[in-house]
């Protein structure tokens, strides 16, 4: 057969290069998780316990809940905030609604850790933030804004608003604004159509929203590192303490196993939950 | 019947917070004053400072010349990919593919930077440009390949299946009319392959080795160890070059469709 010889032999490339990069090392992982370390910073002969049992210290529980209650106020945050906005666009005249639409693209795409820097150099004591609350009266001269939890979430919901905005919009635009109309035409209230009948119909655009925020953002380390300070440390700076200042492997993979299976987790649920209910294809189909 | 204004207003309260920092950061680049918050006059003093500095050249070499071979890497196994996914999309190996290009899309930096560096330890592979190399393309085949698809699901396989009609070959057919019908795709997936590969902070600190110093790997240890105003100006160069591409990119993508489409 002409056809499958054709079919493999397109495919073949990613398939390998992605099995041998993407499969093969996620496995590793989990392996290397049950491995020793040795004193030169690699990895050890035979197998332990060990590193699983010590995961399951007060600390590594205090940074597992900051990790989870970050990220999903952040995507609360910015489901607040993207879903007025993916309406306006959706309803803004055709011109405006590229010009809308690429200004929300823009940030999307530019250099992600000028990003968290520009906020790192708004929030800093000296800052323009800190002066303008300063002159309001709202903070005391000594107070920091910087390192602290609250300055994680703020730069967060900044550097994943545009992720959550996309797939809004984009369900935002399939949906008969005239259900809206004849809602509002036989007595709701804006906000009452806003909620009854809009909300219900961009779910699936809702799902992917909280997906594509929620799941990056438990893996967040940047931002923690910058502007979080040692109170605002998650899980992905664990992860990199463990690499880059005790060289030791099997801890950094037992701590990135535990963070690949909560990632695994909602995308899981919402699989399980469309299962149930009607056939549809969020996950495969809408994400950005 | 009157409209609410509330989510209007929200809108342009959102896309003040998403370009007022950007903004801020451009204007301090040319600010003079150590300490950005007095603005002290219109000065290209840091750029000066930055265009003395032999780290950060060196930084730039190193940047270019990973994210030029990456681009040419990843577009040609993207294309193939997208060109796979698009013709053969209902059959068992492709729903296989589709969820291995899908999933650097998803899956946190953090965990495809640790779980490379595993690799590259355990098999014993030197860390350096290479071994960034190989991380960023991976990651960038996907992008491309989903940018070139978008552009396949607009296109018209009987022009091909005409051509064929007529006598030529199947490679004929596709260099003469497939490739160049999807070029402007293929452009754009490179200018966004191109963009990743110099922005890229995460995955290439876990994979990098000594003397691989990227732009980005530059840029943090400025900021981590003494922030001199350089930075601002680093920053405002390193934006220009990626907006430039993505607009490039953005206009490419949809010169057909007319619409801005949501890509990667």
Known sequence: MRRRQTEWLVSLPTLAWLTLFVVIPTLLVFVIAFRPANPYGGIGRGWTLDTIRALATPNYLLIAWRTLWISLLTTAICLLLALPAGYTIARAPERWRNRLLLCVIIPFWTSFLVRVFAWRSLLHPEGPVKKALEAIGLVGPEATLLYHPAAVVLVMVYTFLPFTILPIYAAAEKFDFRLVEAARDLGARPFQSFRKIFLPGIRRGVVTAVLVVFIPALGSYIIPDLVGGPSGEMIGNKIAQRVFSDRNLPHASALSAVLVLAVLAPLVAVLVLQRKGKKSDIIMGEAP | ???????????????????????????????????????????????????????????????????????????????????????????????????????????????????????????????????????????????????????????????????????????????????????????????????????????????????????????????????????????????????????????????RSGAVKSTG
């Open chain 2, 1 to 255: 019947m009157r409209r609410s204004r509330f989510p209007i207003a929200m809108t342009a309260v959102v896309m003040a917070f998403l370009y007022l920092p950007i903004i801020i950061l451009i204007l301090n680049s040319f600010n003079p004053a150590r300490f950005s918050s007095r603005w002290e006059g219109f000065s290209l003093v840091w750029y000066a400072k930055l265009f003395e500095s032999p780290e950060i050249w060196q930084a730039v070499r190193n940047t270019l010349i990973i994210a030029v071979s990456v681009t040419a890497v990843s577009v040609v196994l993207g294309t193939a990919a997208a060109y796979a996914l698009h013709r053969f999309g209902a059959s068992r190996l492709q729903r296989v593919h589709y969820t291995l290009i899908y999933q650097p899309l998803v899956v946190p930096e953090i965990l495809m930077g640790i779980s490379l560096l595993m690799t590259f330890v355990a098999v014993g592979v030197p860390l350096g440009l290479f071994t960034i190399f190989l991380a960023h393309v991976t990651f960038c085949v996907s992008y491309v390949a989903m940018t070139v698809l978008g552009r396949l699901q607009d296109f018209d396989f009987s022009v091909i299946e005409a051509a064929r009609d007529l006598g030529a070959s199947s490679w004929q057919s596709t260099r003469k009319i497939l490739l160049p019908m999807l070029m402007p795709g293929i452009v754009a997936g490179a200018l966004l392959a191109f963009t990743l590969s110099v922005d890229d902070f995460v995955i290439t600190f876990f994979v990098a080795g000594p003397g691989s110093t990227t732009l980005p790997l530059r840029i943090y240890s400025m900021i981590k160890y003494g922030a001199p105003p350089m930075i601002n100006a680093l920053s405002t160069l390193l934006l220009v070059v990626t907006l430039t591409a993505v607009l490039l990119s953005q206009r490419l993508a949809n010169r």
